[in-house]
């Protein structure tokens, strides 16, 4: 199994219940729409999951593209909000179903610990070619090679604590040690960067990048990215 079999499960199996999923939604829902700095803008959410909470994002802007690379997920979104005026749901030409020059926000979530570096590499020339050049690249929830599972367990069982889930959490950690996903994190690892070689990729693809004090949802071990295209670069 690869990270992409685990990703196009029929089910999430990431989340310990169903308050925790929606919880978890609704928290990186209201952190993209808190991006969205008018109502006219045009966003992506890039590797979006179950986006359960989307249309908290669709409400603060004029159009929301959501993508993600799995097509059981890519399902779901289409039996949730197809037919929406707001939301447009990409396909499996990704990126190619939206112009250049046409996006206000990209935000890519907790994804990129999915992707091999050259891969990003490869998204970033994508991200840079769709963004207007006022536009902004989000990239949130990245890991770093500083931390590990110990930082994950911390800020799980806080978020847990303060939404009532705990016992579940509980159990669901133990049911993580002898899952998929740690068995997956063991033989393939997730991808990691520090603040320092992200943003020489970035400034490598054409984008100049700082790092935000806070990160979207839950887990503060982990950082956020925020970039513009650079004109001097083009
Ligand atoms: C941890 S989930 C994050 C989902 C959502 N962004 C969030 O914050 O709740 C990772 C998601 O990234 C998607 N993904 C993994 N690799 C991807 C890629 N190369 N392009 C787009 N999506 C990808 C997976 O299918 C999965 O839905």
Not at 71 to 76: D, G, I, Q, S, T
Not at 211 to 216: F, G, H, K, V
Request: aromatic letters at 8%.
């Amino acid at each position: 199994m690869s990270w992409r079999d685990f990703w196009n499960r029929e089910k999430n199996t990431i989340y310990v219940n169903e308050r925790h999923g929606a919880l978890h939604d609704d928290l990186v829902a209201k952190g993209i729409a808190s991006l969205v700095r008018s109502p006219d803008s045009v966003v992506l959410d890039y590797g979006c999951g179950d986006a359960s909470a989307a249309d908290l994002v669709a409400r603060k802007c004029a159009k929301l593209y959501l993508y993600d690379a799995a097509p059981n997920v890519r399902a779901r979104l289409a039996r949730r909000f197809e037919g929406r005026d707001s939301i447009a749901l990409l396909g499996e030409e990704a990126l190619d179903g939206v112009a250049d020059g046409a996006l206000d926000l990209i935000v890519v979530n907790s994804v990129l610990q999915y992707i091999p570096k050259r891969d990003f590499e490869t998204l970033l020339d994508g991200f840079r070619a769709k963004l207007k050049p006022t536009g902004r690249l989000v990239l949130a929830d990245v890991i770093s090679p500083a931390t590990g599972p110990l930082d994950d367990i911390r800020a799980l069982l806080s978020f847990a604590f303060e939404g009532g889930f705990l016992i579940a959490a509980c159990v669901g950690l133990v049911r993580t040690f002898f899952s998929d996903y740690r068995a997956l994190r063991a033989q393939y690892g997730l991808t990691r960067y520090d603040e320092k070689e992200m943003l020489a990729l970035l400034a490598a693809h054409g984008l100049k990048g700082a790092r935000a004090p806070l990160n979207i949802g839950h887990n503060q071990a982990r950082m956020l990215f925020e970039a513009t295209p650079d004109p001097a670069a083009s």
